[in-house]
C-alpha cells in the first residue's frame, strides 16, 4: 500500500514513512493510493469478534509490510489493553433507533484515545528496531494533547512537545497534560487560539532546516494512522445494528474534520453507511461550506464544545482531494486560497461532498438545552461535543435508518457546561479521581515560530 499527498507533488511512501512523516513535504496530508474494500461476508463475520479482532480486519490491508500480522495483533492488544469498558466503545441506546456510541472510556476520557494509544505502540515498535528517536510536535484544542502526552509518557525514542491554546481549554484537559511528570512530555499554553497552534505546528513542518534537524514527527489528525485506527469503530459499530445487512448513519461531531473522514473511509471500503453528518458548534464554517456557501474564515467564537472551536480544519483538505477527482494541482490551489481567507467549491466537487456528507450546527444555548433534554429523556449525560451530534441528528435523522450519534467525551472532562445545563457535576472516573492533586508544570509561550523553535530545541537537549 502506498501513500500520495493531497497536493501532489511529494514523494509516495509506505505506511510506515507517512505514520513517522505526519504532514507531507508539499504542504499536503498523506492519502492511501487506494482504498482497499471489505466483502460484506467479512463484515458480517465481524458480529461475533472483539473489537481488536475488528481492529486486525479492518487496518491490515493499510499497513503493508510494516508489521507482521503477529506484531500488529500485539499492539493492538495492548493499544486497548487500559480502556475501562470491555466492549471498548460501547453503544446505548437514547431512543427507538438513535445510538450514542461512547468513544470516552480510553484512558484520557475522549476519543483521541483509540488512535494515540494504537500509534504510540506502532512508534515505539518501528523506531526501535531503527534505532531512531523522532520528537512530535502536536497542536491541540484540548484532548489530543491529553492523549498524546498519555500514550507516548515515558517511551524511550521520543519527545512530545504539545500547543495549546492558553485559557481555551478546560480544567480537566489541562491537567492531563500538565501533571505528567515524565521527563520526554512538554505542554506549552500558546498565546493564541487552536487555529494560532495548529499554524505554528504546519510553519515547523515547512521548515526542513528545523524538520530535519529535530527529526520532527507529528500526530495530529494530518497523520494518516491516527484516521485509520479511528475507522475500526464504524465498523463494529455498525455491524452490532444489522450490517452489511442493514445500512446505518453517524451523526460526528466535528472540527478537524478527521473522525467524519474515517466514516468515509469505512464507507469506501463497503460498510453501507447511508448519511454520514457533520456536526459543528457555533465555528460553523464546515457546515456553511457543506450548504454551499464555499469555505471561508470568520474567527474562532470559543464554546462549551471547545475540542470543535475550529476554523481550518485540516482533515477536509482530504474530503477535498477526493472530491476534486484526487487532482492535487486542484487542492493546493484551494489551500493558497485558503491561507488569504476562503475558497469556493466547483460545482462538481460540492455535488461530490453532498453525495457523501450532511451537515448541521448548534448554537450555545441549543447544545445546553440539548445536554438538558437527553438527561430528562434518557437519563444519560453528555459532553457539549456529544450534545452538539445529539442536537444534530435529531433533526436530521431518517427514523427507519438507526442513526449512530458519536460521544466522542466523557462529560467529566467538561463538568462546568455538564453542570451548568443539569445540576449534576460528574465525577471523574476512579482512576483519576487524584487529577486535581497533583501538581503541574506550567509554561507559556508567544504565538511565534522563532520562539517556538528555540524553546523546543532547548527541551530535547536537556
Ligand atoms: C477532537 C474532538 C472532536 C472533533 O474531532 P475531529 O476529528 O477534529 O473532527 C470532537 N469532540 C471531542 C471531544 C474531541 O476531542
Redesign the pocket.
Known amino acids: 500500500m502506498r501513500y500520495i499527498s493531497t497536493r501532489g507533488s511529494a514523494p509516495d511512501l509506505s505506511f510506515e514513512e507517512a505514520m513517522l512523516t505526519g504532514l507531507a513535504r508539499d504542504g499536503g496530508l498523506y492519502v492511501p493510493a487506494q482504498i482497499p474494500t471489505l466483502d460484506a461476508d467479512t463484515i458480517r463475520a465481524m458480529g461475533g469478534q472483539s473489537y481488536e479482532e475488528i481492529a486486525f480486519t479492518v487496518m491490515r490491508p493499510f499497513i503493508g509490510d510494516t508489521f507482521t500480522d503477529a506484531e500488529f495483533r500485539d499492539l493492538i492488544a495492548k493499544a486497548y489493553a487500559g480502556f475501562g469498558h470491555p466492549s471498548r466503545a460501547p453503544l446505548v441506546e437514547l431512543a427507538p433507533n438513535h445510538f450514542l456510541l461512547e468513544l470516552f472510556h480510553g484512558p484520557t476520557l ?3 484515545d483509540f488512535a494515540m494509544q494504537l500509534i504510540g505502540q506502532m512508534f515505539q515498535l518501528a523506531l526501535g528496531r531503527k534505532g531512531e528517536r523522532v520528537t512530535i510536535v502536536g497542536a491541540t ?4 494533547g491529553s492523549a498524546a502526552i498519555e500514550a507516548f509518557k515515558g517511551l524511550e525514542n521520543v519527545d512530545v512537545v504539545i500547543l495549546y491554546p492558553h485559557g481555551r481549554v478546560s480544567d480537566v484537559q489541562r491537567r492531563q497534560m500538565t501533571t505528567p511528570s515524565e521527563a520526554n512530555v512538554h505542554a506549552l499554553a500558546l498565546d493564541g487560539d487552536f487555529d494560532d497552534c495548529q499554524a505554528r505546528l504546519k510553519d515547523m513542518f515547512n521548515d526542513f532546516e528545523f524538520r530535519d534537524g529535530v527529526r520532527l514527527a507529528g500526530v495530529n ?1 494530518i497523520n494518516w494512522g491516527r484516521v485509520l485506527a ?1 475507522v475500526v469503530y464504524y465498523f463494529s459499530s455498525a455491524v452490532s445494528l444489522g450490517a452489511p445487512d442493514r445500512a446505518v448513519s453517524f451523526t ?10 474515517a466514516g468515509y473511509i469505512a464507507k469506501r471500503m463497503g460498510l453501507p453507511i447511508d448519511r454520514l453528518v457533520v456536526a459543528t458548534n457555533q465555528n460553523d464554517i464546515l457546515h456553511r461550506c457543506l450548504s454551499g456557501q464555499g469555505y471561508h474564515k470568520s474567527g474562532v467564537h470559543p464554546s462549551i ?1 471547545p ?2 472551536d ?1 476554523q481550518v ?1 485540516s ?1 477536509f483538505e482530504r474530503a477535498l482531494f477526493d472530491a476534486y477527482d484526487r487532482d492535487g494541482g486542484a487542492v493546493k490551489q484551494l489551500m493558497d486560497e485558503l491561507a488569504q481567507g476562503g475558497f469556493d467549491v466547483s460545482q462538481g466537487a460540492a455535488e461530490v461532498l453532498a453525495e457523501h456528507y450532511g451537515s448541521g450546527r448548534a448554537s450555545e444555548e441549543e447544545t445546553s438545552q440539548t445536554i438538558t433534554d437527553t438527561l430528562a429523556q434518557t437519563g444519560h449525560l453528555v ?1 457539549p ?2 450534545a452538539v451530534g445529539v442536537k444534530v441528528a435529531g433533526e436530521q435523522r431518517d427514523p427507519a435508518t438507526p442513526m449512530i450519534t458519536l460521544a ?2 466523557h462529560p467529566a ?1 467538561f463538568p462546568d457546561a455538564v453542570e451548568a445545563a443539569t445540576g449534576i457535576r460528574p465525577p471523574l472516573p476512579a482512576r483519576m479521581a487524584d487529577l486535581f492533586e497533583r501538581d503541574e508544570r506550567l509554561t507559556r509561550v508567544p504565538n511565534d515560530l522563532e520562539a517556538l523553535k528555540t524553546h523546543i530545541k532547548g527541551l530535547i537537549a536537556q
Not at 460526528?252 to 473522514?261: C, R, Y
Open positions: 475522549a476519543f483521541k484544542s484540548g484532548d489530543t489528525s479511528q460526528v461531531p466535528t472540527g478537524n474534520f478527521g473522525d467524519i473522514f464544545s475540542s470543535m475550529i480544519s482533515n459532553c461535543h456529544a466522542t467525551a472532562k
